[in-house]
């Protein structure tokens, strides 16, 4: 497509994680710049390219770095590696083909707000990034890259909710991953709580290209409210599924269409989740929406996780809907009522529905679950759990009163995830697990 | 060789509150007794210096943290909506049909533990299976029966 990969550039024809190789591609020279630079500059720097978060809130870098006292003589940067939003793979394949351009974002970024330490949270199932990643931090510290400061890689143990900031910062402290009221915010109490400036892996890995290309032409990828590149991640029902990266900004049509080969089997689009299973569902008229943080929300959802999931016509989105909400039950960290209650709430009440034993009153009780939940609870995670379920229920309404009137699943087995199993299932047909032997 | 009371000191050292390596010490007791068993939660708090309710605590939260006894291996399907969206539910039933169990179980003899997991950020080559924490992606049905053979081959 012509498009400038950053992120990704020259991972197809090299292996980048042998430091040799990324060296041979002008790796850590960005570094080394940022070395000659005071560290309120490269804030500034990062600033001015308005790099904003590819976690999830799109919040600007700079913005977190400045809210950081200087003055305090520990302070921490947390890279967060937890990637477990619903339809998102990206940081894994960052970090499995380019690990030392997030190392070289760390030590930048390390050096941006005068830190000596940098933890990488990375999810526990990520056995093989963990291997790769932690072989290239050893041999970046080797090469006496580090200077004065220390890159330690910390591996999670299965739990979504550590992606949220607050909760990292606890679990990597050592305790149940539950998040924490705030304010104060990271940058003002984080790890231990000393300062702390924590981004997603993406977010990291595009520093040392800012100052490659220098902020005036980072400016020039994308659009102006938000600069630079996305690794998109592609799935569900699509010919190509897979990691792209493109400038922001780039139409959803052309993702799915160009990028990735349109709907396969002649079947039409139902629903687009533009970032990852917690943003609100688009339908086919908005194909035209551009993929910018802006732009998205513009059209009623959320840039998220950067993470596209396309749902065709065969799939029941009541249904689909449940599976979402038992997901968001599985992981709620039962911290807050809110949450705790209304993700089982859900699940109860869509599960009624798909059923079949729903009466009208459900659909409005649902409705209005959904709207005592929004808000309401101390972490997004709240929020995140009803988005899918409001979503579908709001723009595929008539397909809910169908199940209700018709006492079944118009769709029953013939839905392309009739009968999907989630996690939190396994208890029904077995209590207790028994292991023989 | 270096005993577990050891490797979980050089765990604390890395970190600037030992407090911290609460995880990777839980992760090192379940890697050697197979299980976080009371035996092994005992231990691993006394490598920290903390309680084993403490320890138990924590490894509650945890999906990848066992406190009951699990299969010498592990094999995970992903049925989140990606996965589901590609037809992971055959994929589930085929393991279901290969092993003789359902999700959730172990087999008879102990050696396979097979559950359904949430998404492993694989979900543009569903359907994702984990083996043992290595992953296997564009899962189909049809090739469940060689996953089987190979995780009962080095059993
Ligand atoms: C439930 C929940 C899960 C999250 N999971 C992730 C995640 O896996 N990775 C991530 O980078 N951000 C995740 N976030 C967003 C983080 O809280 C935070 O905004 C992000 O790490 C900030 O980095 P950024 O500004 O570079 O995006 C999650 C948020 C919530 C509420
Ligand atoms: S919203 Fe849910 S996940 Fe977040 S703190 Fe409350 S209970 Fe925990
Ligand atoms: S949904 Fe299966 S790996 Fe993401």
Not at chain 1, 74 to 100: C, L, Q, T, W
Not at chain 1, 145 to 150: I, K, N, Q, T
Not at chain 1, 400 to 416: K, L, N, R, T, W
Request: hydrophobic letters at 40%.
């Amino acid at each position: 497509m012509g498009t400038p990969e950053l992120i990704l550039a020259h991972t197809d024809e090299r292996d980048l994680a042998q430091l040799d190789e990324y060296r041979a591609i002008g790796g850590y020279r960005s570094l080394a710049r940022a070395r000659e630079l005071e560290p309120a500059a490269l804030i500034q720097a990062i600033t001015d390219a308005t790099l904003r978060g590819r976690g999830g809130a799109g919040f600007p870098m700079g913005r977190k770095a400045s809210l950081i006292d200087q003055k305090n003589p520990r302070k921490y940067v947390v890279v967060n590696a937890d990637e477990s939003e619903p339809g998102a793979f990206k940081d894994r394949e960052i970090m499995g083909r380019n690990p030392h351009l997030l190392i070289e974002g760390c030590l930048i970024t390390a050096r941006a707000i005068e830190a000596h330490a940098v933890f990488i949270y990375i999810r526990g199932e990520y056995l093989t990034e963990y291997e790769i990643l932690d072989r290239a931090v050893e041999d970046a510290r080797a090469a006496d890259l580090f200077g004065d400061v220390d890159v330690v890689v910390h591996r999670g143990a299965g739990a979504y909710i550590c992606g949220e900031e607050s909760a990292l910062l606890e679990s990597l402290e050592g305790k149940r991953g539950q998040p924490r009221p705030r304010p104060p915010f990271p940058p003002v109490t984080g790890l231990y709580a000393k300062p702390t400036q924590i981004n997603n892996v993406q977010t990291i890995a595009t520093v040392p290209k800012i100052l490659e290309l220098g902020v005036e032409e980072f400016a020039k990828i994308g659009v102006p409210s938000s600069p630079g590149t996305a690794v998109f991640s592609l799935s569900g029902n699509v010919a190509r599924p897979g990691n792209y990266e493109l400038p922001l900004g780039t139409p959803l049509r052309s993702l799915i269409y160009d990028v990735g080969g349109g709907i396969p089997d002649g079947r039409a689009i139902k629903g687009i989740i533009p970032g990852g299973s917690s943003v609100p569902i688009l339908t086919p008229d908005q194909l035209d929406t551009p993929l910018d943080y802006d732009s998205i929300q513009a059209a009623g959802s959320f840039f998220g996780s950067a993470a596209v999931i396309v749902v065709d016509d065969r799939c029941c989105m009541v249904q689909l809907a449940l599976r979402a909400a038992k997901f968001y039950m599985h992981e709620s960290c039962g911290k807050c009522t809110p949450c705790r209650e209304g993700t089982r709430w859900l699940v109860q009440l869509l599960t009624r529905i798909e059923e079949g034993d729903a009466v009208d009153a459900d659909l409005e009780l649902l409705e209005s679950v959904c709207s005592r939940m929004l808000g309401r609870s101390l972490c997004a995670l709240g929020d995140f759990a009803v988005y899918p379920v409001s979503s579908y229920l709001r723009k595929f309404r008539g397909e809910f009163q169908q199940h209700v009137d018709e006492g079944a699943c118009p769709y029953g087995a013939e839905s392309s995830i009739a009968g999907i199993e989630a996690p939190i299932d396994a208890h029904m047909h077995h209590p207790t697990v028994e292991v023989p032997g | 060789m270096s005993t577990f009371y050891d490797e979980v000191q050089a765990l604390k050292a890395r970190y600037p509150d030992w407090l911290s390596a609460t995880m990777p010490a839980l992760r090192l007791a379940q890697e050697k007794h197979g299980y976080l068993s009371p035996d092994a939660l005992r231990e691993c708090a006394n490598a920290l210096g903390t309680t084993p309710a403490f320890c138990e605590s924590v490894a509650t939260f945890y999906d990848m943290l066992h406190l009951q006894p699990v299969g010498r291996h592990m094999v995970e399907v992903c049925t989140n909506l990606p996965c589901a969206l590609a037809g992971a539910q055959r994929v589930v039933e085929a393991f279901e049909e290969q092993l003789g169990l359902r999700a959730g179980e172990t087999t008879g003899d102990g050696e396979i533990t097979f559950r359904t997991v949430e998404c492993l950020g694989g979900c543009g080559r569903a359907t994702v299976v984990a083996v043992d924490e290595r992953y296997h992606e564009f899962v189909t049905p049809e090739k469940v029966p060689e996953i089987v053979g190979a995780v009962r081959g080095n059993a």
